[in-house]
């Protein structure tokens, strides 16, 4: 099905340094996901928003939920060897309740 | 609380050989079940998903099919092998109706030779 577009691509950064990535659509959205992947391992819920301009944080991580519905980035801060993975955005369109997802941020943390 | 598992791990299988990968949930009732394929380095694609029991739908026209025998069952089938079959399979659940969040099983990597 058709992808967000989630930017960046990829990222390579030292420790302790914020990263921010975005994702975006042409349509309108009803709830924002960010998920985690590490190698060889499914997908894990990070954060779930729910409404427009909604701010949400889960420890070093904030995301949030923009104003026009069709977009929405994640904020990692002081970041740490551990959050090395992929991050994915993802979320149901408002017309058909499909789910779509980013094709991923791949975050590499230098120590 | 709910746990979703995923059997096997990893698998190897040749050319023209069948399949089943199997997903299982504990936890929850009448879940929404999704296979997802991931290619190497790629994002998801939705395969098949499913809102209760013998209720599936194909996303994708593919040598690939579901089938949920049981509520909190749902494996995935394949007569004949292709190449391009191998990738990482990922199940995920949802709570049903108006919930979004989907979670994911650990998946099995299927390397096809």
Request: glycine content about 10%; overall charge negative.
């Amino acid at each position: 099905g058709q992808q967000l577009n989630q930017s960046p691509q990829s990222m390579f950064i030292q420790e302790g340094e914020d990263v921010s990535m975005n994702c975006t659509s042409s349509s309108i959205f009803n709830t924002w996901l960010w998920y985690k992947q590490e190698p060889g391992e499914g997908p894990v819920l990070l954060i779930a928003l729910y409404k427009a301009g909604e701010l949400t944080s889960n420890g070093r991580l904030t995301a949030q939920f923009g104003i026009t519905r069709k977009d929405s980035f994640l904020n990692i801060s002081a970041s740490i060897p551990s959050d090395v993975g992929i991050y994915f955005c993802a979320g149901p369109e408002e017309n058909n309740n499909d789910m779509r997802f980013g094709a991923g941020t791949r975050l590499t943390v230098k120590p | 609380s709910q746990t979703i598992h995923q059997w096997p791990a990893t698998l190897v299988q040749p050319v023209g050989s069948p399949l089943s990968l199997e997903c299982t949930v504990e936890g929850t009732s009448n879940p929404n079940l999704y296979w997802y394929r991931q290619a190497a380095g790629r994002g998801l694609q939705l395969l098949f998903y499913s809102i209760g029991i013998d209720q599936i739908s194909s996303e994708v026209p593919q040598n690939l099919s579901a089938s949920r025998p049981q509520d909190r069952q749902f494996i995935l089938s394949s007569k004949k092998l292709l190449l391009s079959d191998s990738g990482f399979y990922l199940c995920a659940w949802a709570g049903g109706a108006g919930v979004n969040e989907q979670f994911f099983g650990p998946g099995t990597r299927l390397t096809v030779l």
